[in-house]
Nanobody
Framework: QVQLVESGGGLVQTGESLRLSCAASGGTFDRFYTIAWFRQAPGMEREGIACFSAGDGRTYYAESVKGRFTITRDKVTNMVYLQMNSLKPEDTAVYYC???????????????????WGQGTQVTVSS
């Protein structure tokens, strides 16, 4: 059973940066076809914001974070990261790491695709 643990969240001001980390225990990220970051703000649905597809090595981003956030994977340390730059108050949410056995380019952002989830890490951006 793979367990995912996120870290790196915190309180920052508008325009600042944060890097979130996701560690996997009980397995490696290489086992999965898709690795993604989601976020969920209070009262909102969980939103897929960044994805790495192992099949074609491509990354995918939601329009809301494109150009500001970057998902990367380190095979040596078995870690996945989300670099978040130029943070805005609307980025405030709990951020989750997730993995999937499959990949669907047409809805990679759909939570239903994913098989394993971390517990989340809070990111708060003050104005």
């Amino acid at each position: 059973q793979v367990q995912l643990v996120e870290s790196g969240g915190g309180l920052v001001q508008t325009g600042e940066s944060l890097r979130l980390s996701c560690a996997a225990s009980g397995g490696t990220f290489d086992r999965f076809y898709t690795i993604a970051w989601f976020r969920q703000a209070p009262g909102m649905e969980r939103e897929g914001i960044a994805c790495f597809s192992a099949g074609d090595g491509r990354t995918y981003y939601a329009e809301s974070v494109k150009g500001r956030f970057t998902i990367t994977r380190d095979k040596v340390t078995n870690m996945v990261y989300l670099q978040m730059n130029s943070l805005k108050p609307e980025d405030t949410a709990v951020y989750y790491c997730a993995t999937a056995w499959n990949f669907r380019a047409y809805d990679w952002w759909s939570a239903s695709l994913y098989d394993y989830w971390g517990q989340g890490t809070q990111v708060t951006v003050s104005s």
